[in-house]
């Protein structure tokens, strides 16, 4: 059996081989020349020859060789370890959220990617997805999801026994119907009208505002998942790692570039933790209304059974983890490339501060950042801005029913104060984060003018006049609703806003006369 050659063997071989070259004077140089072709030749044959025995080594060779880095897992390259870390550590799990809600296909990284089954999965999964989420939407509307009617679901809670009525009985206000005589399909008719009524002084069982309240939000969500099977699944644009690639090259910190980069894995890490949260915690907000209301009782579950309401329900609760993650996918990839593009300008910043690059480079950073902001700004943006709408107005109405609550149970009241906070919580997450974007391209305007007045390394007042030119005609603001969210507007929109609510307090306008502020 030939043993394998180690680097000593090849150690020797090339020190005969230097011998070889040295010249000698009992021979002719020609017979030098012959020698080196055939030491080359043999040498050939021998690495042809372990080649060979390497190819087959899965099947006849008991030795098998590892190429690894040194420090068993440590590169010596640091970016490029780093890097792969974060793709590990924060690009994965943001894979895994957009493969669960069918905006990427099973099976990509797979070698087998092509194989039958993963294309039969590719297909089946998303309808499934649409057909979830399209029972979701018809489940709020026939539980009126959420109490949401400011007149209705305000007022202290009467509980009453129902008892079977005559269908022939009249009623002044509206018609009694026995609820013991009637099918599950006319007990959800009745849900959806205002026929039906306990009494002649309560109102109708049904939702109000339907249109509103539930229609209208159900479908900006629904175009923003369309919208994103087409932008991530369809086209296939990942944009975040390009540009994660492109910020961890280019980090420059206050110690050293690991120490950046690694802080900047450890903000990726803490977001998608925390929207993680945020979906955990609106599926806890749906027990707590279910149990504030004891398990609403409207006709058409009374009719069909406690089981088949749990089994429904039960299916609810997968279809609004699938509704949040939807939502969560797209606020996670709009804060996310906002975080990237301020690491970005932040270092961008800070080399001008510290002139440590030239005028040159820095104008190319900014070209990029600038195409990043216009990548943010497209459908990416436009998908944050119909989900905010979403959260704005479930944010507002919770607000409202909050103030105009008279219902004494302390349940109800825990769960009123929690409902606008766990929306106003994710609505504020794309606004704050766009503010960030834009206040620091801000700020990039202020150093330009600084390194006008005092100079810029040997750069001449052209080069600076056009640099600020430059910056001034480069536009990287974060828009929503193709409106650049401007600090200034938010913190204005906040005083306003609690201003209005304290007016309208001080008057007792809003809130019981014997509020205590």
Same mark, same amino acid.
């Given at each position: 059996?030939?043993?394998?050659?180690?680097?000593?063997?090849?150690?020797?071989?090339?020190?005969?081989?230097?011998?070889?070259?040295?010249?000698? %004077?009992?021979?002719?140089?020609?017979?030098?020349?012959?020698?080196?072709?055939?030491?080359?030749?043999?040498?050939?044959?021998?690495?042809?020859?372990?080649?060979?025995?390497?190819?087959?080594?899965?099947?006849?060779?008991?030795?098998?060789?590892?190429?690894?880095?040194?420090?068993?897992?440590?590169?010596?390259?640091?970016?490029?370890?780093?890097?792969?870390?974060?793709?590990?550590?924060?690009?994965?799990?943001?894979?895994?959220?957009?493969?669960?809600?069918?905006?990427?296909? $099973?099976?990509?990284?797979?070698?087998?990617?092509?194989?039958?089954?993963?294309?039969?999965?590719?297909?089946?999964?998303?309808? $499934?997805?649409?057909?979830?989420?399209?029972?979701?939407?018809?489940?709020?509307?026939?539980?009126?999801?959420?109490?949401?009617? +400011?007149?209705?679901?305000?007022?202290?809670?009467?509980?009453?026994?129902?008892?079977?009525?005559?269908?022939?009985?009249?009623?002044?206000?509206?018609?009694?119907?026995?609820?013991?005589?009637?099918t599950p399909s006319y007990a959800l008719l009745q849900n959806l009208t205002t026929m039906r009524k306990i009494g002649p002084s309560e109102p109708p069982e049904a939702?109000?505002?339907?249109?509103?309240?539930?229609?209208?939000?159900?479908?900006?969500?629904?175009?923003?998942?369309?919208?994103?099977?087409?932008? $991530?699944?369809?086209?296939?644009?990942?944009?975040?790692?390009?540009?994660?690639?492109?910020?961890?090259l280019q980090a420059t910190p206050s110690y050293s570039r690991s120490a950046s980069q690694q802080k900047m894995i450890k903000k990726l890490r803490i977001l998608m933790?925390? %929207?993680?949260?945020?979906?955990?915690?609106? +599926?806890?907000?749906? %027990?707590?209304?279910?149990?504030?209301?004891?398990?609403?009782?409207?006709?058409?579950?009374?009719?069909?059974?406690?089981?088949?309401?749990?089994?429904?329900?039960?299916?609810?609760?997968?279809?609004?983890?699938?509704?949040?993650?939807?939502?969560?996918?797209?606020?996670?990839?709009?804060?996310?490339?906002?975080?990237?593009?301020?690491?970005?300008?932040? %270092?961008?910043?800070?080399?001008?501060?510290?002139?440590?690059?030239?005028?040159?480079?820095?104008?190319?950073?900014?070209?990029?950042?600038?195409?990043?902001?216009?990548?943010?700004?497209?459908?990416?943006?436009?998908?944050?801005?119909?989900?905010?709408?979403?959260?704005?107005?479930?944010?507002?109405?919770?607000?409202?029913?909050?103030?105009?609550?008279?219902?004494?149970?302390?349940?109800?009241?825990?769960?009123?104060?929690?409902?606008?906070?766990?929306?106003? $919580?994710?609505?504020?997450?794309?606004?704050?984060?766009?503010?960030?974007?834009?206040?620091?391209?801000?700020?990039?305007?202020?150093?330009?003018?600084?390194?006008?007045?005092?100079?810029?390394?040997?750069?001449?007042?052209?080069?600076?006049?056009?640099?600020?030119?430059?910056?001034?005609?480069?536009?990287?603001?974060?828009?929503?609703?193709?409106?650049?969210?401007?600090?200034?507007?938010?913190?204005?929109?906040?005083?306003?806003?609690?201003?209005?609510?304290?007016? +309208?307090?001080?008057?007792?306008?809003?809130?019981?006369?014997?509020?205590?502020?």
């Amino acid at each position: 059996m030939m043993k394998p050659m180690g680097y000593a063997n090849l150690q020797e071989e090339l020190i005969e081989e230097d011998d070889l070259r040295k010249p000698r %004077g009992d021979k002719p140089p020609n017979s030098y020349i012959v020698m080196c072709d055939n030491s080359l030749v043999q040498r050939d044959n021998e690495l042809q020859h372990a080649s060979d025995m390497s190819g087959d080594s899965n099947n006849s060779s008991p030795i098998r060789v590892d190429i690894a880095d040194l420090d068993g897992e440590e590169s010596l390259n640091l970016t490029t370890t780093t890097l792969r870390r974060c793709k590990k550590q924060v690009l994965r799990p943001y894979w895994r959220l957009l493969m669960f809600i069918g905006w990427r296909g $099973f099976g990509r990284e797979s070698v087998n990617s092509g194989r039958m089954r993963w294309t039969i999965l590719n297909i089946v999964y998303p309808v $499934f997805i649409v057909c979830l989420l399209l029972y979701t939407y018809i489940y709020e509307i026939v539980a009126c999801q959420w109490k949401l009617d +400011l007149h209705k679901d305000t007022q202290v809670i009467t509980t009453t026994t129902p008892t079977p009525v005559s269908t022939e009985s009249n009623v002044t206000d509206g018609v009694s119907i026995d609820e013991y005589q009637v099918t599950p399909s006319y007990a959800l008719l009745q849900n959806l009208t205002t026929m039906r009524k306990i009494g002649p002084s309560e109102p109708p069982e049904a939702c109000q505002h339907i249109i509103t309240t539930y229609v209208i939000p159900n479908v900006l969500h629904f175009l923003a998942y369309i919208m994103g099977i087409v932008h $991530f699944r369809i086209q296939e644009n990942e944009q975040l790692y390009a540009i994660m690639e492109k910020v961890f090259l280019q980090a420059t910190p206050s110690y050293s570039r690991s120490a950046s980069q690694q802080k900047m894995i450890k903000k990726l890490r803490i977001l998608m933790a925390v %929207g993680a949260i945020w979906v955990a915690v609106t +599926l806890v907000m749906q %027990g707590l209304y279910e149990y504030a209301f004891n398990f609403p009782q409207l006709l058409f579950f009374r009719k069909v059974g406690t089981t088949v309401h749990w089994v429904l329900f039960s299916i609810e609760l997968l279809g609004i983890l699938v509704l949040n993650s939807v939502t969560l996918a797209v606020i996670a990839n709009y804060v996310t490339h906002c975080e990237m593009v301020l690491f970005y300008l932040k %270092g961008l910043a800070l080399r001008l501060q510290e002139k440590s690059t030239e005028l040159k480079a820095a104008m190319k950073d900014i070209l990029f950042i600038k195409q990043n902001v216009s990548l943010l700004n497209g459908p990416v943006a436009r998908m944050t801005a119909l989900i905010s709408v979403i959260f704005a107005e479930l944010t507002i109405i919770g607000i409202v029913i909050l103030i105009l609550n008279k219902n004494d149970s302390v349940k109800v009241w825990i769960y009123r104060s929690f409902f606008p906070l766990v929306w106003l $919580f994710i609505l504020c997450a794309p606004l704050y984060q766009a503010a960030r974007v834009n206040s620091v391209s801000n700020r990039m305007k202020k150093i330009a003018l600084e390194m006008r007045v005092f100079g810029y390394k040997n750069s001449s007042q052209l080069e600076l006049d056009s640099f600020i030119l430059f910056i001034s005609q480069a536009r990287m603001k974060a828009k929503l609703f193709h409106v650049p969210i401007l600090p200034q507007y938010l913190i204005a929109i906040l005083v306003l806003g609690a201003f209005i609510l304290l007016i +309208l307090f001080q008057t007792s306008v809003i809130g019981p006369v014997n509020y205590w502020f």
